[in-house]
């Protein structure tokens, strides 16, 4: 049986791209998920305790985690949750993983902008500036079509006063 968890927190460490044998991308970084809560008796909002997942992702994920998430990001992670118990000598622990499907970033914190890739590069496109100096796979290309920017019309009910300041 497979548990799936979504869990929101910080990167506390430098996502980390690993490459397999197999040509396989890997990306892994800790994830700090601590609760707070509002302590009525005290007025104030104090910290609960902090879970800590270490966040492996896979693939194209696994390069577009590495080329836009860094230490000190608020992120919502999905994916299969793994808990391992381990022994080193006199040493005991357990692991609890989390097998990403999705990573994102919390805007409940921030803003940020998406740009759709491919994992093909199309013919006479620049590849896309990497966010992150430490990432070691090259970023995806933009892929053209009907969904981009460029292509956009606006609804018939909107005009440009309506889009020039939308709050």
């Known amino acids: ?25 890997i990306t892994s970084f800790r994830l700090a998920s601590a609760q707070r809560r509002f302590d009525k008796s005290r007025d104030r909002w104090v910290d609960g305790e902090t879970n800590w997942y270490t966040v492996t992702a896979f693939r194209q994920l696994a390069s577009n985690v590495a080329n836009s998430v860094v230490k000190g990001d608020r992120v919502v992670v999905t994916g299969r949750l793994r808990i391992r118990d ?6 005991s622990g357990t692991n609890v993983d989390v097998e990403a499907d999705a990573v994102g970033h919390d805007l409940a914190w921030g803003t940020t902008s998406f740009t759709r890739v491919s994992s093909t590069p199309t013919a006479g496109t620049e590849p896309l500036p990497s966010a992150s100096p430490d990432a070691v796979f090259p970023p995806a290309v933009d892929e053209p079509g009907p969904d981009t920017a460029a292509a956009f019309e606006p609804h018939p009910a909107f005009d440009e006063a309506d889009t020039a300041a939308p709050f």
């Open 1 to 25: 049986m497979t548990d799936t968890i979504a869990v929101s927190g910080v990167v506390a460490t430098t996502p980390r791209p690993i490459g397999s044998s197999d040509d396989l991308k």
């Open 86 to 91: 381990w022994e080193n000598g006199e040493k």
